[in-house]
């Protein structure tokens, strides 16, 4: 499971039948904490850059809408919440989990945004001459 937040704010549970593990991922760069913190609001908080709380009632209004399909998904998120908590994973009251933060790779700079007089190394020749 992913709790996905994309760049336009928008959240949602990617890999949802995925119960063997859980992260946050996050679409906006590390230098938008704040606006990140504002987004994640009522279903997840950060709790410093590499680990995120997120709010297992959330995680429950994820299930599929079809009643059989519901209720085997509720018993599998169950069961891994089950499993997370002897690791510390789940919170001492059991209303948030443990996931990591997996945040945009930074962009390349442009050679335009190297600081003047740094050049880019060349990268190495393949072959002969």
Request: aromatic residues 4%.
């Amino acid at each position: 499971m992913i709790l996905q937040l994309d760049l336009d704010g928008s959240l949602r549970l990617a890999e949802p039948h995925d119960f063997t593990r859980l992260h946050c991922a996050l679409g906006p760069p590390r230098s938008s904490l704040a606006l990140v913190h504002q987004q994640l609001a009522g279903t997840a908080r950060l709790e410093n850059t590499d680990t995120a709380w997120i709010d297992v009632a959330w995680l429950r209004r994820q299930r599929p809408v079809e009643a059989d399909a519901a209720r085997t998904w509720l018993s599998q998120l169950e069961h891994m919440l089950a499993q997370a908590q002897p690791h510390g994973w789940l919170s001492a009251d059991g209303l948030e989990v443990k996931a990591h933060v997996v945040w945009p790779a930074p962009a390349e700079p442009l050679p335009s945004q190297l600081p003047s007089g740094r050049r880019r190394p060349n990268p190495p020749l393949r072959g002969t001459l």
